[in-house]
């Protein structure tokens, strides 16, 4: 086991589990700069427009990695490009629409694509791609609505189980108590939780306790996109064996020991072991940079491997005046040298499989995110689930004193309700 990981900063940040756009930077001025009479439809428009890309940033290193590879392709194609990082992302994209001048290329998310196709404001040009066979299949299905792929992948998370190696010696556990499994898992917290540290800690949601619904092969919405299969025996099973953890007092929640999620739990001693995606690295070396830590793939359940999937995608507005171009802008955007370029300039995860070995030299410990990409799963993006999730996760806080049961029947009647309503 190795006792200390490299120290990265990684770019995707949570909230409330979800992957969030964050700003860097000042406001955007593209509704101030209109480039003329705006394109709808299949028409491609002027191949000779500029276009304008506006990105939520994490900080300073990937606005200036996406900067430089907007300028790149600029210089080489002869149309003018420029990128910039909105202060308030959804806010500016909001105001671009309602005005009619949006930027032509934007960063957009699992729960907002669903609106922006339901409005028409999103170009659907996936099929137009050439290198769309690379990207992630996982990835592809999260941005595909109606059969067709709306945008492009920029980079992903996932989860996986990250250790204390300390604590982990400390209990006399070695390399072969690593967990493979729930039983496993369970034996390991047990192990780790003394009186001064639990051993186990995650947040009470959806975006957490998914990974264990998706272990043992349960979903929140069927293959067909219609059906509701939150009330299922296999998701019954995962919420049973969560909350049997928790009353075994192996796993609590954050709030129970005192931190506001599962890094700063298991980063402030709270916890022996979380359930986090890969920003916990870059927190842990700016709040907690003396933890030494281990990262593992997500133990199996009874159906096999599973982990939550975040990703984000870059849209193209229908009422761009230069789709062709943009279509261009973002491919290079996906490729595999540029998605290099910016994993090494900010750490994030290329959504190309081609750059799977590039990853794994720079960030061998964090491997085990990189293998989520291949069986994660998505958040759901019809219109309205962030709602219905947001009720499931006031519902499983109180998981230990509920019955599992109860809680995915109410959840499951309120996703079919939303489904039905977009029949």
């Keep these: 086991?190795?006792?200390?990981?490299?120290?990265?900063?990684?770019t995707t940040l949570i909230a409330s589990g979800a992957l969030a756009l964050t700003a860097c930077g000042g406001g955007s001025s593209f509704d101030e700069e209109?480039?003329?009479?705006?394109?709808?439809?299949?028409?491609?428009?002027?191949?000779?427009?500029p276009l304008t890309v506006l990105i939520g940033s994490s900080g300073d290193a990937e606005t200036d990695a996406v900067t430089a590879a907007v300028a790149a392709w600029s210089e080489e194609s002869g149309v003018e490009a420029r990128a910039q990082a909105a202060s308030d992302l959804n806010q500016e994209?909001?105001?671009?629409?309602?005005?009619?001048?949006?930027?032509?290329?934007?960063y957009t998310s699992t729960d907002l694509i669903a609106g922006y196709v339901a409005a028409g404001s999103l170009y659907p040009y996936g099929d137009q791609l050439t290198?769309?066979?690379?990207?992630?299949?996982?990835?592809?299905?999260?941005?595909?609505?109606?059969?067709?792929?709306?945008?492009?992948?920029?980079?992903?998370?996932?989860?996986?189980?990250?250790?204390?190696?300390?604590?982990?010696?400390?209990?006399?556990?070695?390399?072969?108590?690593?967990?493979?499994?729930?039983?496993?898992?369970?034996?390991?917290a047990q192990a780790l939780t003394t009186d001064q540290q639990v051993g186990l800690s995650f947040g009470p949601e959806y975006q957490r306790i998914g990974a264990f619904m998706a272990e043992a092969g349960g979903a929140i919405i069927g293959e067909d996109g219609t059906t509701a299969v939150v009330d299922s025996p296999e998701n019954l099973e995962a919420l049973t064996f969560v909350k049997e953890m928790l009353a075994n007092d192996t796993l609590k929640y954050p709030s129970e020991i005192g931190a506001g999620w599962g890094g700063e739990a298991f980063g402030s001693g709270g916890a022996a072991?979380?359930?986090?995606?890969?920003?916990?690295?870059g927190a842990l070396q700016n709040d907690f940079p003396d933890i030494s830590y281990e990262v593992v793939e997500m133990p199996e359940g009874s159906a096999g491997k599973g982990t939550m999937l975040?990703?984000?995608?870059?849209g193209i507005a229908q009422d761009s005046q230069n789709k062709e171009g943009a279509v261009s802008l973002v491919e290079?955007?996906?490729?595999?040298?540029?998605?290099?370029?910016?994993?090494?300039?900010y750490g994030v995860m290329p959504s190309v499989q081609s750059a799977r070995d590039d990853f794994f030299e720079v960030y061998p410990e964090?491997?085990?995110?990189?293998?989520?990409?291949?069986?994660?799963?998505?958040?759901?993006?019809?219109?309205?689930?962030?709602?219905?999730?947001?009720?499931?996760?006031?519902?499983?806080?109180?998981?230990?004193?509920?019955?599992?049961?109860?809680?995915?029947?109410?959840?499951?009647?309120?996703?079919q309700a939303l489904l039905d309503s977009q029949g």
């Design 1 to 10: 086991m190795r006792r200390n990981a490299r120290s990265t900063v990684l």
């Design 34 to 49: 209109p480039t003329g009479d705006a394109t709808s439809g299949g028409d491609s428009g002027d191949p000779g427009a």
């Design 93 to 106: 994209l909001a105001q671009g629409f309602a005005a009619g001048n949006p930027p032509d290329i934007f």
């Design 131 to 188: 290198n769309v066979d690379d990207v992630y299949p996982a990835l592809i299905d999260t941005f595909t609505i109606d059969d067709q792929l709306y945008c492009a992948p920029t980079n992903f998370s996932t989860l996986a189980l990250v250790i204390n190696t300390d604590s982990w010696a400390a209990a006399g556990l070695t390399d072969a108590d690593i967990p493979t499994d729930w039983e496993s898992l369970a034996a390991a």
């Design 273 to 281: 072991m979380t359930v986090e995606g890969n920003w916990i690295n």
């Design 310 to 314: 975040y990703t984000n995608c870059w």
């Design 332 to 345: 290079h955007l996906t490729s595999k040298d540029v998605q290099v370029a910016l994993l090494e300039a």
């Design 366 to 415: 964090q491997g085990a995110f990189l293998e989520g990409g291949e069986y994660g799963v998505g958040l759901p993006t019809v219109q309205g689930a962030n709602d219905v999730i947001a009720d499931f996760n006031g519902q499983l806080e109180g998981l230990e004193t509920t019955d599992p049961q109860t809680i995915l029947s109410s959840v499951q009647t309120n996703m």
